[in-house]
């Protein structure tokens, strides 16, 4: 195994995910539910499944879609979610 990739992609990984959507929204499912244990569980299981994806997917699409144009993909994806959640917290909230 290559631990300094290891490590890496721990690093960032940890970094991107302090305060994002995710910790948010388990925060918020915690706090609603009041069953730690239960959000803990349910929250890693749905991390390390999307992460799975993302590292079957990403190791098949990369031999078909150059990687520039999937971080391109990325980007506008991660944008137009961000869009969508504000304008629905926007349209929610009044």
Same mark, same amino acid.
């Given at each position: ?24 929204? !388990?925060?918020?499912? %915690? ?7 239960? =959000?803990?569980?349910?929250?890693? +299981?749905? @991390? *390390?499944?999307? !992460?799975?994806?993302? %590292? ?7 031999? =078909?879609?150059?990687?520039?144009? +999937?971080? @391109? *993909? ?21």
């Amino acid at each position: 195994m290559d631990w300094r990739v290891f490590f890496l992609t721990f690093a960032t990984l940890f970094v991107a995910e302090l305060g994002d959507k995710t910790q948010l929204a !388990t925060i918020a499912m %915690v706090t609603e539910h009041k069953t730690p244990v239960a =959000v803990f569980l349910g929250a890693s +299981l749905a @991390l *390390a499944a999307v !992460t799975l994806l993302g %590292v079957v997917f990403g190791q098949v699409i990369t031999q =078909v879609i150059p990687p520039r144009m +999937l971080r @391109l *993909a990325s980007g506008v994806m991660f944008i137009a979610i961000g869009g969508w959640v504000l304008f629905d917290a926007l349209r929610t909230s009044g």
